[in-house]
Nanobody
Framework: QVQLVESGGGLVQPGGSLRLSCVVS????????MNWYRQVLGKQRELVAG???????NYADSVKGRFTISRDNAKNTVYLQMNSLKPEDTAVYYC??????????WGQGTQVTVSS
């Protein structure tokens, strides 16, 4: 069983920044594709950003130019740097791991609130 633990959420003013982290258990992290999703209560979970094992990245149009996904394989960690935050970025952010060999797993989520 792979475990994912997110951290770094919180309350921030519009225009501010936050960095989310997701630590993944086990010793095969470098082979996993990693993603960040977010969900607003009552709405579907949506893909925010993804990074492959080869470090190719993709982003939702709504966050392009403001968010950056990265990974540190030595620390089994994927990051989401969020800049120029807007109230509409308020959501619970989830880390999601994809592996054909080990399965797919979700983290528990971390709340991000953008408000003045």
């Amino acid at each position: 069983q792979v475990q994912l633990v997110e951290s770094g959420g919180g309350l921030v003013q519009p225009g501010g920044s936050l960095r989310l982290s997701c630590v993944v258990s086990g010793n095969r992290f470098s082979t996993y594709a990693m993603n960040w999703y977010r969900q607003v209560l009552g709405k579907q979970r949506e893909l925010v950003a993804g990074i492959t094992w080869g470090r190719s990245t993709n982003y939702a149009d709504s966050v392009k130019g403001r968010f950056t996904i990265s990974r540190d394989n030595a620390k089994n960690t994927v990051y989401l740097q969020m800049n120029s935050l807007k109230p509409e970025d308020t959501a619970v952010y989830y880390c999601y791991m994809v592996s054909a060999q080990n399965g797919n797993y979700w983290g528990q989520g971390t709340q991000v609130t953008v408000s003045s």
